[in-house]
């Protein structure tokens, strides 16, 4: 009975996420410089959250489902290095948060990393992947570059529905 209820619940949770359709993208716009000797080591975006439709005013929940990673500048020509790499969680190595708290902070630096997915940076490529995907950005060698990162809001309201046909 117990593995019922956990099967039915499951089931209930997946039917609420199934249900969630793109609502816009979110207005704030990180605009991201790295320089040489630079990195992001490895990590997971947050998410973001809004009981109000950004882009109409009407209530509902939305969270953001995907990171948008948009390039402004390009490898090669103007920066060596940074690429977008996407790692399989196996390969991370996790520390204790520095709070005591139960949640865990990726070490800073996996002598053994090898990225799974990369994706090298060219003006006007867009990059979509889900936040909680484990990912870094690589050290810069040389030059700089530039970028914009933001999400994409999914939600259930009166406006999900309306955005999307």
Same mark, same amino acid.
């Given at each position: 009975a117990e593995a019922e209820a956990e099967a039915a619940q499951a089931g209930a949770g997946k039917q609420r996420v199934a249900a969630l359709r793109p609502s816009g993208v979110?207005?704030?716009f990180?605009?991201?410089k790295y320089e040489a000797g630079q990195q992001f080591h490895p990590h997971r975006d947050g998410i973001d959250y809004t009981p109000v439709c950004l882009h109409t005013?009407?209530?509902g929940h939305y969270w953001s489902a995907l990171t948008l990673a948009i390039y402004l500048?390009? =490898?090669g020509a103007d920066f060596a290095g940074g690429a977008l790499e996407f790692m399989t969680p196996p390969q991370l190595q996790f520390r204790p948060a520095a709070d005591g708290s139960a949640s865990k902070v990726p070490l800073k630096h996996h =002598?053994?990393?090898d990225p799974a997915l990369r994706v090298q940076p060219q003006a006007g490529r867009c990059v979509l992947f889900a936040p909680k995907m484990h990912h870094q950005g690589a050290l810069l060698?040389?030059?700089v570059k530039y970028m914009l990162q933001t999400t994409v809001l999914y939600g259930h309201g009166s406006t999900a529905s309306a955005i999307v046909p």
């Open positions: 979110y207005p704030l990180r605009v991201q005013g009407q209530p500048n390009d =490898a =002598a053994a990393f060698e040389r030059g």
